[in-house]
């Protein structure tokens, strides 16, 4: 009984490998191209192919992964790089944002200060904020760590405002607003408005925000205030293999947190690991690179033409949420990854003031796409009918950038220049803007005259610069002059079609 049962696994053995020599020996095609099997398995050349594709795949998702740590990295380099801002510094924009700066989501109608603070090396740290200022400070993965103003804590009447680092377990001071952050570095972004036209009353408030660790409260050092005046400033995530670098040094001074341990697994092939020196061999090297320019369309497609359920604001509308996550990243299941895209390709800083609906007080961020398949950014300020003096009009204010869609290449002279700039000079283009005035007919015609919707006052824009500025303001001209003549018949002589 036992040899027959012997034979028969034998012959078994010897069907099964015939089998799969005459099944599975040859090339078998998939989407990325022949592979060749020699006895069911992949052959030695194959092997390499499919390793290369891993990592690629790999990477590509990384680069989407990393988006929002990347762009803080990218600002807290260039602030030091173009502007000599330390950590602790109070970098100050003495003035309205000119296009010589190339930030994300930097408007010309707001006065900036931006503080960085490395918590790894400095422990816990302050920072004093007076009456007047307003923002959020956030982690480098641009979650909201506390809030300033109306939102936070201080109530709006400013207040010391006490920073611990990852896994802080000393003591806390009384007469601190603690607030603990998930990662080593910090960044505070403060605003201050202009009242009548005072500049300067708004430029003096940010210039006395303090920073200094707490190890030397009973002694604070002098806060050092750089003032941009009219440097330039290029925050920009470089593109290409630099984007790696920089993802490379964001990561090495960060906690792993549980969250993100797929990803460094992921990355660990591709010569980026954490407490190693980031020196890839010429086969990761030219990896990083074709998945960074991949990593980028995919990227920016996530952000322009977004596929969540969440993104529609206006049930039959062509308006969009610039913000469809929740602060903090997390939903019910799953960490926000396509949100968090969304939103931090385009934009920089989070807070949880963005997205309250409370008129008065609160803000939506908005945008829609023109019929000339471009996107447009907007933030929408929600006023009362008592704070805006006429019911239910709002303000739409340019915040954000207008993006050409890259499968609109009507003269084909995009590639290369709006969609991909490879130089320093080209995303400072890409990312430039200028404002102008377009008709309030339109917009109200976009956004709709339901009477539960808010109203349209004005709409500024805000577009890129660069050799297509040009070319996008003609045609802009051309498309309002067209929408003015439809909409003379009727608008009639009613006041609010004009501007």
């Excluded at 290409?240 to 490379?248: A, C, D, N, R, T």
């Excluded at 947190?257 to 190693?276: N, S, Y």
Aim: with cysteine; charged share 30%.
């Amino acid at each position: 009984m036992r040899s027959f049962i012997v034979a028969v696994a034998a012959a078994a053995l010897v069907v099964g490998t015939a089998s799969a020599e005459d099944v599975l020996t040859g090339p078998v095609e998939t989407r990325i191209g022949p592979l060749e099997l020699q006895g069911g398995y992949p052959s030695a050349k194959s092997v390499g192919k499919l390793y290369d594709e891993i990592d690629f795949q790999r990477a590509t998702q990384a680069y989407i992964w990393a988006t929002p740590l990347v762009a803080m990295e990218a600002l807290r380099s260039a602030n030091a790089r173009d502007w000599g801002v330390d950590y602790n510094d109070v970098g100050l924009v003495d003035g309205y944002t000119t296009p010589v700066v190339s930030a994300l989501t930097g408007n010309n109608t707001t006065i900036y200060a931006g503080v960085f603070t490395d918590l790894e090396r400095d422990g816990p740290v302050v920072i004093d904020s007076p009456v007047g200022v307003y923002g959020v400070i956030d982690d480098f993965w641009q979650r909201p760590v506390v809030e300033v103003g109306p939102f936070g804590p201080d109530k709006g009447k400013g207040g010391k405002f006490l920073l611990l680092p990852p896994g802080y377990d000393g003591p806390v001071p009384d007469g601190y607003l603690a607030a603990r952050s998930k990662t080593n570095k910090t960044m505070f972004i403060g605003r201050a408005f202009v009242k009548d036209g005072d500049i300067k009353s708004a430029v003096d408030t940010l210039a006395r925000i303090k920073v200094y660790p707490l190890s030397r409260a009973s002694h604070p050092p002098e806060t050092r205030v750089v003032r941009a005046g009219d440097q330039s400033l290029n925050s920009i995530a470089p593109k290409g293999f630099g984007y790696w670098q920089f993802l490379s040094d964001a990561l090495d001074k960060e906690p792993v947190e549980e969250r993100d341990r797929f990803f460094h697994a992921m990355l660990k092939p591709l010569g980026i690991e954490k407490g190693k020196a980031f020196k890839p061999d010429d086969r990761q090297k030219k990896i990083l690179t074709e998945a960074a320019d991949v990593g980028f369309l995919m990227a920016q497609t996530l952000s322009m033409a977004p596929r969540l359920e969440s993104a529609r604001s206006y049930p039959g509308t062509h308006w969009e949420w610039v913000l469809t996550l929740d602060p903090s990243q997390e939903a019910p299941g799953y960490t926000q990854l396509d949100e968090r895209t969304d939103y931090t390709f385009e934009a920089i800083t989070i807070a949880e003031g963005m997205i309250k609906k409370i008129p008065g007080a609160g803000s939506q961020y908005e945008r829609g796409k023109r019929p000339e398949r471009r996107l447009v950014g907007w933030r929408l300020d929600l006023h009362s009918a008592r704070s805006a003096g006429r019911s239910r009009e709002g303000v739409l204010g340019s915040h954000g950038l207008r993006r050409a869609d890259p499968l609109d290449d009507q003269d084909g002279d995009n590639e290369g220049r709006r969609v991909q700039p490879r130089q320093a000079e080209e995303q400072r283009g890409r990312f430039g803007r200028r404002s102008f005035r377009a008709e309030a007919a339109e917009r109200r015609r976009q956004l709709g005259q339901d009477a539960a919707r808010p109203r349209l006052v004005r709409v500024l824009p805000m577009v890129w610069s660069d050799g297509e500025i040009l070319r996008q303001e003609l045609g802009a001209a051309r498309h309002r002059e067209e929408r003015m003549s439809d909409n003379r018949a009727e608008c009639g002589s009613r006041l609010r079609c004009s501007m």
